[in-house]
């Protein structure tokens, strides 16, 4: 029962590529029972890897949009850095 899966949205980081708020997603993964994606302010693959290196086994994803809309890297560079390669 209960919420099993949410979006995590930094709304003052989104589509201003300044990098993911770190803090705020550690305290999330830390509070919550089930999964979360992270949205906000991704804006390189140096982003993403930051992301992954919290190891927070809730985090189950990333949205990305200005980042890949303007070319700062694609999808199979993202899913590979998530993927821990």
Do not use: C
């Not at 140096?46 to 990305?64: F, K, P, T, W, Y």
């Amino acid at each position: 029962r209960g919420i099993r899966r949410f979006v995590y949205s930094s709304i003052d980081r989104d589509g201003m590529l300044q990098g993911p708020d770190l803090d705020g997603a550690r305290r999330v993964a830390e509070s919550v029972r089930g999964t979360y994606t992270y949205s906000g302010g991704v804006s390189s693959l140096d982003d993403l890897r930051a992301l992954v290196e919290l190891r927070q086994v809730n985090l189950s994803g990333v949205i990305v949009g200005k980042a890949l809309y303007e070319g700062r890297f694609t999808v199979g560079e993202a899913q590979a850095v998530l993927a821990g390669h």
